[in-house]
Every structure is written in structure tokens, then in C-alpha cells.
């Protein structure tokens, strides 16, 4: 059988150690060319049907929890991985929460292609500064 890790990517992710802030949004391309907009991530040529023999993959640039809005690979051989676990066929990674530095790959064997996915990040709430009230002494009238 065809194993699609044996390929010359096979160090992917890429050894990368820094993340590229000096651009917004969400996820960073390190690898392929992988459908990436502000919050969302999508598969190569999405929504038609994504090419035989692709990977492509991003660095996570902030935490965020992933929503899918389209999902379908080819099950079994066509997979996308986010924190190392493995989704494909109709099941994507509905409300997984991502990091900072995070990896997201994708990787297509050499048959048999689908429409692929869109998955958005809703960016984790920022810590608002808490303002804290003074706490006043009683007074006792003498």
C-alpha cells in the first residue's frame, strides 16, 4: 500500500522557530499553498476538489477554537492533522482549541480527490484588565 509519509516531506512539519507576527490574522503559511484568510483555513483549490499528491500546512499564530464549516476528504487516505490527531472523511476538528505554535498539515495521497475543507478560528477572548475598587475602612463616630 501507498504510504504518503515516505515522501520527501517527511520531516514536515518544518522545523520552524519563529512565528511570523508582523502580519494579521490567524495562521502562518510554512509549507504548500493551503487556503489561509484572517480565520479560516481551507484545502488547496477549495471548494472544488483539492489535487492528488499535495501537503501544505500553517503555524498557529494565536489560541483560537476551531468551527468547520465544510469537511470531506478522502477517508482514511487524505487527512488533516491538527495537534496530532488525524481527522478525514466527514469528521473534522469541530471545537478543537488550537495554540500559539501550533501545527496544521495537510496531505493528500496520490488518488482520488475530494471538495476538502474550510475550518475557522474563533480567537480565544483577550484577559480585559480588571479594575479593582478600593475597600473602605468603616468609620466609628466617637
Known amino acids: 500500500p501507498y504510504n504518503m509519509f ?9 522545523s520552524v522557530t519563529s512565528i511570523d507576527d508582523s502580519s494579521s490574522g490567524l495562521f502562518d503559511q510554512v509549507a504548500g499553498t ?6 479560516c483555513l481551507s484545502s488547496p483549490s477549495y ?4 489535487p492528488n499528491d499535495v501537503t501544505c500546512g500553517v503555524r498557529v499564530k494565536h489560541g483560537a477554537t476551531l468551527s468547520v464549516v465544510e469537511f ?6 487524505d487527512l488533516l492533522t491538527v495537534n496530532g490527531i488525524q481527522y478525514d472523511g466527514n469528521v473534522g476538528p469541530e471545537t478543537v482549541h488550537i495554540n500559539r ?14 471538495p476538502g ?11 480585559a484588565p480588571t479594575s479593582t475598587s478600593p475597600t473602605l475602612s468603616p468609620t466609628t463616630k466617637s
Open 117 to 127: 475543507f474550510q475550518i475557522c478560528g474563533d480567537a480565544d477572548p483577550t484577559s
Open 72 to 77: 470531506e476528504t478522502e477517508a482514511t487516505y
Open 47 to 50: 471548494p472544488s476538489n483539492y
Open 34 to 39: 493551503c487556503g489561509v484568510s484572517s480565520t
Open 101 to 114: 505554535g501550533d501545527f496544521i498539515t495537510f496531505r493528500s495521497d496520490f488518488s482520488v480527490s475530494r
Open 6 to 14: 515516505n515522501k520527501s516531506l517527511a520531516t514536515f512539519p518544518p
